[in-house]
């Protein structure tokens, strides 16, 4: 039963927390035992403490593999219901097309972080965490992950200043963030980046 259950929640390959399945039953104890015994006939592969999938082979690799992103992604950015985090740094401004440049330890602001920053490793993948200037939803992550990326923008840019600004521009369009969503989020806009938005031009850009 518990594995008809996962084949139709999670699917093939996919990250599943041990945390998240003995949140949903009244039983801890019989679920664990059942994980156990999944894992041991094979059924249910382990990738890391508490971390599990079931295995399907890829007709590529002809064998089951999880991929260390999507754990990233479901354990510090976002699940089926709610966003919590965002890449940063080098690693969003690679996303927006600023730099060529392919970090090879990725960035994450979360919720789930308490400190200013710390470095972990998923898989064989290394990721920097670090706690959010004001706590992240499904809202106002976008905003506030383009907010981050524009205050260190000239860290990371490749190209000319005409390129940047018009990359940031059509970014902002295409979000169509709005005045009113900025105001929601001025506990994290310091004075420095507000008066690039408004010296750059780049406020108009934003819906009324």
Request: charged residues 20%; proline residues 4%; aromatic residues 10%.
């Amino acid at each position: 039963m518990l594995k008809e259950y996962l084949e139709k929640t999670y699917g093939y390959n996919e990250p599943i927390f041990l945390t998240d399945l003995t949140a949903k039953t009244a039983n801890a104890n019989a679920l664990r035992q059942s994980v156990k015994r999944m894992v041991k006939s094979g059924t249910l592969l382990r990738f890391d403490t508490g971390i599990y999938y079931l295995p399907k082979a890829s007709r590529l690799l002809n064998k089951s593999y999880l991929d260390p992103l999507k754990v990233i992604v479901r354990k510090y950015i976002q699940n089926n219901t709610e966003t919590f985090g965002y890449f940063t740094g080098a690693t969003f401004a690679n996303q927006l097309g600023v730099t060529t440049q392919m970090p090879a330890i990725l960035e994450i602001a979360t919720n789930k972080e308490a400190t200013k920053g710390r470095l972990i490793t998923i898989g064989n993948q290394k990721v920097r965490l670090k706690r959010p200037a004001l706590e992240i939803t499904s809202e106002n992550a976008p905003l506030l992950q383009f907010l981050e990326a524009f205050s260190q923008i000239d860290k990371y840019a490749e190209l000319s200043g005409n390129e940047v600004q018009t990359i940031l521009r059509h970014y902002i369009k295409k979000q169509k963030f709005s005045r009113s969503q900025l105001l929601c989020v001025v506990p994290a806009l310091t004075g420095t980046t507000a008066k690039k938005l408004i010296e750059g031009g780049l406020i108009y850009d934003f819906t009324p």
